[in-house]
């Protein structure tokens, strides 16, 4: 069982930044083989994916609203995966989780939800217009 603590949540005006963070339970050698995602989850509205970074971060994907704004990053030795956004706007308010991918060492990063098998509790993103 492994388990995903974030934080860097908060309020924030428009065109500020914020910087997410999500720990992982367990030895680094464990984290380092698992592809990380970061979703979002507005009031009314599904669960969306934001952000995804390989197992040794050679490969990013992002959706197409946040890219350019918005950096996925990773630091194997400390088990933690970030999500740094920069001009923020009023559309980005959600709750943001990081979640682990459910394959080891997988060559893709899933989009879905169905992709991933550990979840965080999720943080909570204000933005102020």
């Known amino acids: 069982q492994v388990q995903l603590v974030e934080s860097g949540g908060g309020l924030v005006q428009a065109g500020g930044s914020l910087r997410l963070s999500c720990t992982a339970s367990g030895p680094p050698s464990t984290f380092s083989k698992y592809n990380m995602g970061w979703f979002r989850q507005a009031p009314g509205n599904i669960r969306e994916f934001v952000a995804g970074?390989?197992?040794?971060?050679?490969?990013?994907h992002y959706a197409t609203s946040v890219k350019g704004r918005f950096t996925i990053s990773r630091d194997n030795a400390k088990n933690t995966v970030y999500l740094q956004m920069n001009s923020l706007k009023p559309e980005d308010t959600a709750v943001y989780y990081c979640?682990?991918?459910?394959?080891?060492?997988?060559?893709?990063?899933?989009?879905?939800?169905?992709?991933?098998?550990?979840w965080g509790q999720g943080t909570q993103v204000t933005v102020a217009s």
């Open positions: 970074i390989s197992s040794t971060s050679t490969n990013t």
């Open positions: 979640a682990q991918d459910s394959t080891e060492t997988s060559r893709t990063i899933d989009l879905h939800e169905v992709g991933y098998r550990y």
